[in-house]
């Protein structure tokens, strides 16, 4: 097994044909400084180089207590990270699993709030007619007569009937999935004891109980042939992730308790996920006042941020060294570009402007992380965006805040 950290090399002096296609590492001269060589990037995880060999990726050593499970939370507080967090990583369950102890605090958590947030969402449990059997007192819907002979006539049971009819239910195959993965969750999350899992169990609870009227039996072939409606896009998602689940823990809830230190080859893109967590912490503490990702034609800011008293550009960087480091050059220029494009400008407000127009610049703002040792908090809250910023020396409205990662 192949281990790394964040951007580091290992030792590959040419160009292999067997890593050409892996998601960890790339081929590439990061520096002046330094060789060519296999890197590895800003994101995480475990994955197959052969069906011997395998690479495990995992955070920077000054970064290496994150409470995932923190940074999750936060990410499913609103909806719209909700609906993107799927694109910042992606797990392979048709491949062995990994041996990855350091690895296990992320992608089982990552899964089970995933997939809690979505549901979590689903304002309505979808209904369908279920087929029922049952021996009645009185008819309803068709008589069994094979089955109502053996059991009631032979003995005697004039009162009864046996009887086989439809229900319109929430009762459903799709529901019983859900229900069955949120059994799974909620069994994971009893095994931790952190304050973020607090919150965690607490949404757990809450989203079993709306499937109170709802069985847990399901079947492995049902699991494995269930679609959903294409109408119904919460449960598409919900579904997928159930499935995923269940799978994960081999369809056996004994197992959820029992990992051995494996995982599921996966990865997960660490740069997206800080720019969820900061967009969860924004949007709790000033809703309505931050656009997400704007499209313009200089490409798209992280953030907008737009009140009566104050506009700004922001966006986050997973670089720590920016504590006590100046800004790269390349970032300067993307943020340069985005403070001139018109499309951003008459979106914060600024009116009567063309190409003619002389303005001063946007302020921009670079959201940095490092890992503090004291419980992180949403630094946002109680105070404004211009309080927070501190200024770049020798730049004109470019400014920097650090915004910690929480940790265990």
Known sequence: MIQLREHERFSAEKQDDRYSGLKLVEWSKPGDQ???????????????????????????????????????????????????????????????TIKAPALQSVVSPLIVLHFLGVVSRIKELKKGYVRRSENLKKVKGRIKILKNERLNIATKRYDRVFCEYDEYSVDIPENRLIKKALLFSQRFLQRLNTQSSTAAKLLSSQTLARFSCVSDEVEIRQVKQMHAHKLFTDYNEAIRLAKLILRMFDYNIS???????????????????????????LHEAYPGKITYQFECKTGKPDFLYKSDEYKAILDTKYIPKYEDKSLDKNVIWQLSGYSRDLRILKHLGYKNIDEETPMSSVPCVIIYPKEEKSQARNPFLGKSIKELCSPVRGLLLFYKICVPLPVL
Request: aromatic share 16%.
């Open 34 to 96: 330094v060789p060519w060589g296999y890197y590895a990037s800003f994101i995480i995880g475990a994955e197959w180089i052969d069906e011997q060999e395998s690479l495990v990726v995992t955070t920077k050593r000054d970064m290496e207590h994150i409470d995932f499970l923190g940074m999750f939370m936060t990410c499913f507080s609103s909806d719209l990270a909700l609906k993107a967090f799927s694109n910042i990583y992606s797990i392979d369950i048709d491949k062995p």
């Open 255 to 281: 197992k959820v308790d029992n990992t051995k230190g494996k995982v599921v080859p996966f990865w997960l893109d660490m740069s997206l996920l800080y720019e969820h967590y900061v967009y969860g912490l």
